[in-house]
T-cell receptor
Framework: AQSVTQLDSHVSVSEGTPVLLRCNYS??????LFWYVQHPNKGLQLLLK??????LVKGINGFEAEFKKSETSFHLTKPSAHMSDAAEYFC????????????FGKGTMLLVSP | GAVVSQHPSWVICKSGTSVKIECRSL??????MFWYRQFPKQSLMLMAT?????????EQGVEKDKFLINHASLTLSTLTVTSAHPEDSSFYIC???????????FGDGTRLSIL
């Protein structure tokens, strides 16, 4: 069994300040972990993925995430927020590298103010 | 690469009608396609998984006679909501995957509103 907990339903930051979106996971396997972003009325875009290689994963648009097995966490960070980063972010877990069954977190809405 | 197109993006129809949603992988062949449903301000819930040329596998609680899925080719899957009612109103998102060790690529979703 696997599950994902996104610790914040909403995160508000000012443009130019750092972003931290928190995610904890539970998995019976060595999981693959993903972060997806969803803009309003749009599908999901893959930001980055962890698949048991380097624990610090760099993604698109300046985002990165660190896999910490001891803490069962996969938090998403960005040094400096842009207005265009405002969207819903989903942390997703899949058993090993199969990509077969994705379990989604409930999402974190990132609000960016000028 | 890995573009998935979903059509229509928005549909409004009367209660009792059937609605077909298309999901196409534009630049790759998708052996597996997935259909998700998303309620407002909630996460995605997997409805069914379809492999090209075979019957879809539905998640528990999803009525297969209501949500008909066809995956007739490696680039096209369709979801038909039969005899739609207001409670079927939702945002439906498809995704496509080349092979099992590749990530899913998502379409832009279809907002279905049943009056």
């Amino acid at each position: 069994a696997q599950s994902v907990t996104q610790l914040d339903s909403h995160v508000s930051v000012s443009e130019g300040t750092p972003v931290l979106l928190r995610c904890n996971y539970s998995s019976s396997y060595s999981p693959s972990l993903f972060w997806y972003v969803q803009h309003p009325n749009k599908g999901l875009q893959l930001l980055l993925k962890y698949t048991s290689a380097a624990t610090l994963v760099k993604g698109i648009n300046g985002f990165e995430a660190e896999f910490k097995k001891s803490e069962t966490s996969f938090h998403l960070t960005k040094p400096s927020a842009h207005m265009s980063d405002a969207a819903e972010y989903f942390c997703v877990v899949s058993p090993n590298s199969g990509y077969s069954t994705l379990t989604f977190g409930k999402g974190t809405m990132l609000l960016v103010s000028p | 690469g890995a573009v998935v197109s979903q059509h229509p993006s928005w549909v409004i129809c009367k209660s009792g009608t059937s609605v077909k949603i298309e999901c196409r992988s534009l630049d790759f062949q998708a052996t597996t396609m997935f259909w998700y449903r998303q309620f407002p301000k909630q996460s995605l819930m997997l409805m069914a998984t379809s492999n090209e040329g075979s019957k879809a596998t539905y998640e528990q609680g999803v009525e297969k006679d209501k949500f008909l899925i066809n995956h007739a080719s490696l680039t096209l899957s369709t979801l038909t909501v039969t005899s739609a009612h207001p409670e079927d109103s939702s945002f439906y998102i498809c995704s496509a995957r080349r092979v099992s060790n590749q990530p899913q690529h998502f379409g832009d979703g279809t907002r279905l509103s049943i009056l």
